[in-house]
């Protein structure tokens, strides 16, 4: 790590006043406290993006009314602030590093949907953030759908085309992972070890009843020919490791793809169907609410939240059956919904163990946003808007989120 201007903190003496000096510099707005300087930040937020180098792809002003609109408060930088105050060496040149490049940048590729942003979890990024480039280490996980093929209808709207995966994650995706890892290349200049994990379906188990929230359609299209769907879920996976490398290393960043029906699938068939056993007459309908929700608790302390996943599933069916695509679902609504629940849950477990930091490329909001009422971690959803011209002759990105298979039509 960067010593040169590193230094020791006394035991019992905190960094408060070293970082209020720096945020007067950056801001240049002096406070007493923490606290107060956080307005100064915020303000200033819009101007560090545009200085950033994502400054040519966004519009200072329309930022300000986005950032506004979708209700994110000052209140989100004081975790990071507080841990910033923390450190156990006071690192300036780190310290500025986060405050004035990745922080901006890192807000800059955030969703500027209401409905993405909650506080809370954006705090708690935030202040593991700052906690862990502290440490030296800062630990990521992404979320990264299967190659489903999408198209653009004449109104602009993304519509899943067939049921065949691709073998590839998609060319966009290179810009994606280069524009993250650039976000946090000032960090590992520092540094800081960054270990970013991408999870995704690999077809490892080679048991296509693993692969938990795989959307119907595929396997319908892959009915009588499962090794194929394995096959192609590998070569996507490959394809996306490469590229993952291919960018991240620039940055000295170690990305890596993780596999979601490895870790994950066995021990959520098993659930499922222990609980198609144990509630028979529960499948279609959750009838007795207490029993079930018990139950669940007893395996994953939010047995409530099965009736948000019902809702959505129902949901789900009812706009595929009004889609041209003629799907058949062989599956009762609820085994399926709790399914996709347990994934949820089980991923947001397993990334409170390990002290990850979600930055959301992939899952559904209010899929994520429900199970988060329980299972509180620090999380970025990460924005999605249309590809400028400009935007094309320019190496990074901000549209993150997927698709990143979109095909021509």
Request: aromatic fraction near 8%; hydrophobic fraction near 40%; include cysteine.
């Given at each position: ?10 035991p ?11 945020l ?7 406070s ?12 200033a ?61 890192l807000?800059g590729?955030?969703?500027m ?6 506080t ?16 030296g ?6 979320l990264v ?92 996976a ?9 960018a ?26 222990s ?22 608790n ?33 599956e ?16 947001l ?7 990850s ?25 990460t924005r ?26």
């Amino acid at each position: 790590m960067n010593t040169s201007n590193t230094s020791l903190a006394k035991p019992g003496v905190d960094q408060s006043e070293a970082l209020l000096g720096l945020l007067e510099q950056v801001t240049s707005k002096p406070s007493s406290t923490i606290k107060g300087s956080l307005r100064w930040y915020y303000r200033a937020l819009p101007s560090l993006l545009a200085e950033s180098f994502l400054g040519p792809l966004v519009s200072t002003t329309a930022y300000t009314n986005q950032l506004k609109a979708c209700a994110l408060s000052e209140g989100i930088f004081l975790s990071a602030f507080e841990a910033i105050s923390r450190w156990q060496r006071w690192n300036e040149p780190l310290a500025k590093a986060l405050l004035i490049e990745v922080i901006p940048a890192l807000l800059g590729i955030s969703s500027m949907h209401k409905r993405d942003n909650d506080t809370l979890f954006i705090n708690l990024a935030l202040g593991q953030l700052a906690e862990q480039t502290g440490m030296g280490k800062v630990r990521l996980t992404s979320l990264v759908c299967p190659s489903y093929q999408y198209r653009r209808d004449a109104n602009g709207k993304l519509w899943h085309c067939s049921g065949e995966l691709l073998p590839t994650t998609g060319k966009r995706f290179s810009t994606v992972a280069t524009t993250l890892g650039r976000i946090f290349a000032p960090l590992a200049e520092h540094g800081v070890e960054i270990d970013w994990e991408f999870w995704g379906y690999t077809g490892e188990t080679g048991d296509p009843e693993h692969l938990v929230d795989m959307a119907r359609f595929v396997h319908q299209h892959y009915e009588g020919n499962r090794p194929q769907l394995l096959a192609t879920l590998d070569k996507a996976a490959r394809d996306m490791d490469n590229r993952l490398k291919d960018a991240m290393s620039t940055w000295n960043i170690t990305a890596s793809t993780r596999s979601l029906d490895l870790k994950f699938g066995a021990i959520i068939h098993h659930i499922r169907n222990s609980f198609s056993t144990t509630f028979p007459d529960q499948l279609a309908e959750i009838t007795n609410p207490e029993k079930v929700e018990s139950w669940l608790n007893d395996l994953c302390a939010c047995g409530p939240l099965i009736h948000v996943f019902v809702e959505q599933e129902k949901i789900y069916r009812q706009n595929v059956l009004e889609s041209t695509e003629p799907i058949t679902f062989t599956e009762a609504v609820v085994p399926a919904a709790l399914r996709e629940m347990l994934l949820y849950t089980h991923i947001l477990d397993d990334v409170r163990k390990n002290g990850s930091i979600i930055i959301d490329t992939e899952s559904t909001s209010n899929y994520m946003t429900a199970t988060l009422q329980y299972l509180p971690v620090g999380l970025i959803f990460t924005r999605s808007e249309k590809e400028k011209q400009s935007e094309n002759r320019y190496p990074y990105t901000l549209n993150i989120r997927q698709p990143y298979n979109v095909v021509p039509g």
